[in-house]
């Protein structure tokens, strides 16, 4: 599935390397109550749904000189959850969001995305990826550990109703004070592998935002990455 729209004039452009999608089925009061005023759980199959999605981010901003990694190119980490807007349009509705980069985190949270600052790695080594993240601090609580392996390419590669329905969002809605916010993407359709979970430590993730502790093994995607237009922010009547 491909984005139903055009960037034609992207703020910045990312590229997405080795993003995994961890998703369990939630109670959509869970949800609901988390939500701000015009935003609606959106259902897929009876239920709500939160992911987990870690990855390696890319970041070039246009307009702007070239910046240097590891300014410029970092691990990500984001738990995200389903929602129709006010507007009509599915999107996301972001809960929590890691990153090493500082000003990505204070640019970010500007737009009332929920960013912080962790200490993180992504490592790929013989079709394995390795996530890791802990606060800046000796301290190991508030940390997770996510360790996938890459299956085979799903068929369709974009996947199937449930997998398109948990991958391809195209609106992530934020709120900067009372004022909801949408911000569109566009990138190529995601060709999606399965993903064998040999590790995953995602709990504190979850308690931290006060969410029940995951139940059983996630449905789980992963793919290579995709490049990705992020445009410029609309306010929502």
Known sequence: MTAPHRVFLPTNVQQWENIAFLHWRIDPDEIQRRLPSGLTVDLHDGAAWVSVTPFFIRVRPLGLPAVPPPF?????????????????????????????????VVALRTLGLPYLRRQ???????????YRSR?????????????????VPLAPRSGGPTAQ?????????????TR??????????????????????????????????????????????????????????
């Open 135 to 151: 606060p800046n601090t000796s301290s190991h609580a508030d940390s997770h550990h996510i360790v996938l392996r890459y299956g």
């Open 180 to 237: 909801l916010l949408r911000t569109p993407v566009e990138h190529p359709a995601w060709d999606l592998w399965t993903a064998d979970v040999e590790r995953c430590d995602v709990r504190d993730l979850f308690t931290a935002i006060d969410l029940p502790a995951p139940v059983g093994d996630p449905v789980a995607q992963i793919s290579r990455g995709v490049t990705v237009k992020v445009g410029a922010p609309k306010l929502v009547s």
């Open 165 to 177: 329905f948990l991958t391809a969002r195209w609106h992530a809605y934020h709120r900067v004070g």
């Open 72 to 104: 410029s190119a970092f691990p990500e980490t984001n738990v995200r959850t389903y929602v129709v807007g006010p507007d009509g349009r599915q999107g996301l509705w972001f809960l929590r969001m890691e990153v090493t980069a500082l000003w990505f």
């Open 120 to 130: 993180m790695s992504v490592e790929v080594a013989g079709g394995a990826v390795e």
